[in-house]
C-alpha cells in the first residue's frame, strides 16, 4: 500500500512538473510573441520613415503608409499564427488534424466567399502597382472621390458632397486617377459667332498669364497655358478650347478662377458669351416666297 502511494505521489509530482514547464513554455512563446510583434511593427515603421525622408514627393510618402500598415497587419497575423500553433503543440494537441480541417473549411469558405478572396487579391494588386494612393481624387467601380483610407477589402472615397463610398476592391476593374504627379485644367470657352476669335485667344492669354504670375498660384500652375485653338462650332457658339498644367488636385481651383477672371474680362471688352439661339422658319412657296410672319409682343 504505501508502495502505491508513493508512485501515486511520483505519478502527480511528475504531472505537477510537466504542467508548470509546460505552462512556463507557453508563457515563453507568448511574451515571444508579443515581442515580435512589438519588433516587426517598429522595424516596419522606422522603414518605412526613412524610405518617406529619401521622397521628396508627398504621394510617395502617402503610398509608404499606406503599404506600411498593410504590412503590420499581415506581420500581425503571422505572428499571431505561428504563437497559436505552438501553443496547441505545447499542450500536446496535434494540429495536424486541425491544419487539415482548416484547409477543408478554407477550401469551402473560398467557394463560398469568391468575392471577398477577389477583394482581397484585387487589393493586393492595387497597392503593389501603386493605383492609388491616399489622398488621390480617382474614380473607381462608378464612384469618384477623395480616397481616405485603402485596404486589402475596400477603397473608401469621400465625394465633393460629403458622401462617403465604400468600393470593394473586387469590383474595381478601371481606376481613374485624377492626381497623379500632375494634372490639367481643361477649360472649354464658347464665345458668339460675331466674334473675333483671334482677339478673343488674345484675351485668353492675357487672363492666363495675370493669373499664373498672382503670388497665389504662381507654385500652382506649372506652366503657361496651352491653348489648342477652336474645338467645335457649336449650336449658338465657337467653343475654344485650353488647358493649364498645375500641381495635383488644383485643377478645379484654378478653372474656377480662370472663369471668374475671363468673365470679368470679357464683360470689360464686350465680348459676348452667348446664350442659345432659336431660329424659327416659317417655311416657303413653290414660287420661291415666303409667307409674313407676325410676331405679336406682349408686355407682362
Known amino acids: 500500500m504505501e508502495t502505491l502511494l508513493a508512485s501515486?505521489?511520483?505519478?502527480?509530482?511528475?504531472r505537477l512538473g510537466a504542467m508548470t514547464q509546460s505552462a512556463i513554455h507557453i508563457a515563453i512563446i507568448l511574451v515571444g510573441a508579443w515581442l515580435l510583434k512589438l519588433l516587426a511593427n517598429k522595424g516596419i515603421r522606422s522603414f518605412r520613415i526613412y524610405m518617406a525622408e529619401r521622397k521628396a514627393?508627398?504621394?510617395?510618402?502617402?503610398?509608404?503608409?499606406?503599404?506600411?500598415?498593410?504590412?503590420?497587419?499581415?506581420?500581425?497575423?503571422?505572428?499571431?499564427?505561428?504563437?497559436?500553433?505552438?501553443v496547441f503543440t505545447e499542450l500536446g494537441i496535434s494540429i495536424a488534424p486541425i491544419l487539415a480541417t482548416a484547409g477543408v473549411l478554407g477550401l469551402a469558405v473560398g467557394f463560398g466567399a469568391q468575392s471577398l478572396v477577389k477583394d482581397y487579391f484585387s487589393g493586393l494588386f492595387l497597392l503593389l502597382e501603386d493605383q492609388i494612393r491616399h489622398g488621390d481624387v480617382i474614380e473607381a467601380g462608378g464612384k469618384a472621390g477623395l480616397v481616405e483610407e485603402v485596404t486589402l477589402r475596400y477603397v473608401r472615397l469621400r465625394s465633393y458632397d460629403g458622401n462617403v463610398h465604400y468600393v470593394p476592391n473586387g469590383q474595381i476593374d478601371t481606376v481613374t486617377n485624377m492626381t497623379r504627379d500632375y494634372s490639367f485644367a481643361v477649360v472649354d470657352v464658347g464665345v458668339a459667332y460675331r466674334e473675333n476669335v483671334d482677339e478673343v485667344i488674345a484675351v485668353i492669354r492675357e487672363v492666363a498669364g495675370e493669373l499664373r504670375s498672382d503670388g497665389s498660384f504662381r507654385n500652382i500652375i506649372l506652366?503657361?497655358?496651352?491653348?489648342a485653338g477652336v474645338d467645335n462650332w457649336a449650336d449658338s457658339a465657337v467653343t475654344i478650347r485650353l488647358r493649364f498644367k498645375v500641381?495635383?488636385?488644383?485643377?478645379?481651383?484654378?478653372?474656377?478662377?480662370?472663369?471668374?477672371?475671363?468673365?470679368?474680362?470679357?464683360?470689360?471688352?464686350?465680348?459676348?458669351?452667348?446664350?442659345?439661339?432659336?431660329?424659327?422658319?416659317?417655311?416657303?412657296?413653290?414660287?420661291?416666297?415666303?409667307?409674313?410672319?407676325?410676331?405679336?409682343?406682349?408686355?407682362?
Open 247 to 300: 500641381v495635383p488636385i488644383e485643377q478645379w481651383t484654378v478653372r474656377r478662377e480662370f472663369l471668374r477672371r475671363l468673365k470679368s474680362a470679357f464683360d470689360a471688352r464686350g465680348i459676348e458669351i452667348p446664350f442659345p439661339h432659336l431660329t424659327v422658319y416659317a417655311g416657303q412657296n413653290k414660287d420661291g416666297s415666303a409667307p409674313p410672319l407676325r410676331l405679336i409682343s406682349q408686355a407682362g
Open 223 to 227: 506652366e503657361d497655358v496651352d491653348i
Open 57 to 86: 514627393n508627398p504621394q510617395e510618402k502617402q503610398r509608404l503608409e499606406t503599404l506600411g500598415r498593410v504590412f503590420r497587419y499581415v506581420a500581425n497575423v503571422l505572428v499571431t499564427a505561428l504563437a497559436g500553433m505552438l
Open 8 to 14: 501515486l505521489g511520483l505519478d502527480d509530482a511528475s
